[in-house]
């Protein structure tokens, strides 16, 4: 089985449509247009010996070439395993009437990323009657 040996580039999502050229790194997922979205793991780069990207199916299977270029290669995003919040001041934005939480994105090959969790007044006074139910049971459960 192929090892990543570099950190993915956290996406919004794959768009699998012609655009600016990808340039992976050995061990980078890449997701190939040339054959329909195929993804495998770059195995070997463009250079004096080899014209092209070299990729290999992550699990293993039959290599395959993409063009020298990157132009129909794309980046995998990474899956998001878990969010937590940062010890930091949630804030209330007056113009967008949202409540913003900053946040640690935490991704499946190790990796994290900073975000902001977006509310409404409406999902904040959800959550607000959800959380005190629970931290009320959690503090009858102490005694």
Not at 85 to 102: G, N, S
């Amino acid at each position: 089985m192929a090892e990543q040996t570099s950190k993915q580039i956290p996406a919004r999502s794959v768009e699998l449509s012609p655009g600016a050229p990808f340039h992976p790194r050995l061990g980078d997922l890449a997701a190939d247009l040339a054959r329909a979205g195929r993804i495998g793991v770059v195995v070997a780069l463009p250079s004096d010996t080899s014209a092209s990207y070299h990729l290999r199916p992550p699990g293993g299977g039959q290599e395959w070439s993409a063009r020298f270029d990157g132009t129909t290669l794309r980046p995998v995003p990474v899956p998001v395993t878990h969010v937590v919040p940062l010890q930091r001041d949630a804030a209330y934005d007056e113009q967008t009437q949202h409540i913003t939480l900053p946040v640690t994105v935490h991704h499946e090959d190790g990796g994290t990323s900073e975000s902001i969790l977006t509310l409404t007044a409406a999902q904040a006074e959800l959550y607000y009657g959800q959380f005190g139910r629970i931290l009320a049971r959690h503090e009858l459960g102490k005694r």
